[in-house]
């Protein structure tokens, strides 16, 4: 298959109006390995498509070459919904205006669905489960009727996404380092450290045994470690890697970082087989996968504004300080300001930026530590 580039069409909400996601497709259709990649479902949120931006480049040519084995699809600005909210002269782009739905929340879990269709059909064989269970994916998703403009754009994303066995979905937050988020089946496998290394990330959490919310990568990955969990007698391997790539921070939108992206993200397309060639070798992973329950989120108590003391990609023990929230009316110093500290020794990998207001529970930084946290054990990490 040459290159091919596609445009879904979604319901118009408002006469006059009509949005489409454009997708793009290298490589042969339903060869092996097949990847997924998209960016900006929080559509204000452009590092991932800057490299994404560079990456298309070098598949093209790849393409061309012949070099492709597997199958790409990729989709740079994956909500057009998100893209048109520009409010009060600035880009909205996380909250479905709407509903006030996160944009990241509220995929569809296809675990039961799927389930219902290939109870009796599973066996021994993984290579026929894993068809199975693909197949039945895609006639779920195709059974669903949604109703308005953003289930049709989940509805069709997922059919695009849902038999892939790579899934990457590039974000970024306010102020980060380069860090992602996996399930724990992968990093037994060694596909999330592989991605990991090929990257360069600063931190690598995982979800443990898998992603609890419903999250794009999480239902993409989650699909089959219950299938495992109902059908036990069954051979079902877990057959997708799904991971939420966070790339730095809301402005790390350049030419010179989408380019480091890109070659480090067809890198690990070579090293996993997609396009051919010889990968260099593996880079040593920065920092071990450590579970979500070992992520340390710093709560605000109080309302002020913030000064922090360490950035992205530091390296803290436990106590540390890390922040302030300063009373800006009180008039005794230092009896203005409270502080937080670290409860772990880790690297902090994002934060709220200097000057903002806090709040009472306002999420004001996060660091990955080694070890479950007992008061983080059970949580999802998700606050918003």
Sequence with gaps: MAFKKSSITLPSMTPGTQ?????????????????????AIHANEMPGTMALHHLMPLLTEANQKGLIQGEIILVPTVNPIGQAQ???????GRYNLLSYENFNRNWIDLSDAVAARVGNKLGADADTNVRTIRKAAQDSLKALKP?????????????????????LDLHCDIYAALHLFGAKNDVATGTLTSLAADLGVEATMYNDPYPKALTFSG????????????FPQANIPQACMSVTVEMRSQ??????????????LYRWLVRQGVVGGKAAPLKKLKTAPAPMSGMDVGYSTCTGFLVFHVKPGAKVKKGQAICDVIDPANPHGAKGRTTFTSQTDGVLFSRRLDGYLSWPGQVMYRICGPQPLPHRIGATGLDD
């Design 147 to 167: 109703l308005n403009e953003l289930g049709t754009l989940r509805v069709e994303v997922q059919k695009l996404s849902c038999d892939a066995d790579f899934v």
């Design 219 to 230: 239902v993409n990955s989650v699909l089959w470690a219950r299938l495992a969990e109902q």
């Design 19 to 39: 949005r489409n996601i454009s997708v793009l497709r290298f490589g042969k259709a339903g060869a092996r390995p097949k990847v997924y990649m998209q960016a």
């Design 86 to 92: 520009l409010v009060g002269n600035s880009h909205a």
């Design 251 to 264: 402005h790390d939108v350049s030419d010179a970082l989408g380019q480091s992206d890109a070659q480090n």
